[in-house]
T-cell receptor
Framework: GAVVSQHPSRVICKSGTSVKIECRSLDFQATTMFWYRQFPKQSLMLMATSNEGSKATYEQGVEKDKFLINHASLTLSTLTVTSAHPEDSSFYIC?????????FGQGTRLTVV | DAKTTQPTSMDCAEGRAANLPCNHSTISGNEYVYWYRQIHSQGPQYIIHGLKNNETNEMASLIITEDRKSSTLILPHATLRDTAVYYCIVRIQGGGNKLTFGTGTQLKVEL
């Protein structure tokens, strides 16, 4: 299957700082990428849909000014967690669509201290 | 997308078949059944999908009932590495590919 790469796999940051997570489709072009968040022992929750060349679509309850999404090319989407707080600590996962299938990155473990 | 119901957890002995059920009684005619799994601290991995015919690939088999209200994912010879949370999702193919994850089934494969 297609490969989606996320970077970094793990990051620790101080409260109040911003963190950028990258999601790349390595062997295909993705006009649409998705960002999920997963808290311990819970399922994945969709945060937003990232569209190449246009604004992201955010799910209800997700602050667009806090979770900045940029999808500047067909192979790269970035999620920036701005002014991170300990409650933002979570597992962030991206997904990219290739043809009719969705493939997932390996996830980014964010810890805000 | 139609809602699915799965058991919270299941155990399976290594080498035996693992049969994971999923109920999707409100599935629409154009909705497919997809299965993904998530090994601890990793992103979800696609396993298999189908519309109404049974499907098989190198990972698993998918059995869909004739009325399409339920399905079973079969791992024919479970190994310890198959321990994961298995998600059954129904959706329109290509419908923006937005996947709505339920709580899934935690499969534990033991010696």
């Amino acid at each position: 299957g297609a490969v989606v790469s996320q970077h970094p796999s793990r990051v620790i940051c101080k409260s109040g700082t911003s963190v950028k997570i990258e999601c790349r489709s390595l062997d295909f072009q993705a006009t649409t990428m998705f960002w999920y968040r997963q808290f311990p022992k819970q399922s994945l929750m969709l945060m937003a849909t990232s569209n190449e060349g246009s604004k992201a679509t955010y799910e209800q309850g997700v602050e667009k000014d806090k979770f900045l999404i940029n999808h500047a090319s067909l192979t790269l989407s970035t999620l920036t967690v701005t002014s991170a707080h300990p409650e933002d600590s979570s597992f962030y996962i991206c997904s990219a669509r290739e043809d009719t299938e969705a493939f997932f990155g390996q996830g980014t473990r964010l810890t805000v201290v | 997308d139609a809602k699915t119901t799965q058991p919270t957890s299941m155990d399976c002995a290594e080498g035996r078949a693992a049969n994971l059920p999923c109920n999707h009684s409100t599935i629409s005619g154009n909705e497919y059944v997809y299965w993904y799994r998530q090994i601890h601290s990793q992103g979800p991995q696609y396993i298999i999908h189908g519309l109404k015919n049974n499907e098989t690939n190198e990972m698993a088999s998918l059995i869909i009932t004739e009325d399409r209200k339920s399905s079973t994912l079969i791992l024919p010879h479970a190994t310890l590495r198959d321990t994961a949370v298995y998600y059954c999702i129904v959706r329109i193919q290509g419908g923006g590919n937005k996947l709505t994850f339920g709580t899934g089934t935690q499969l534990k494969v033991e010696l």
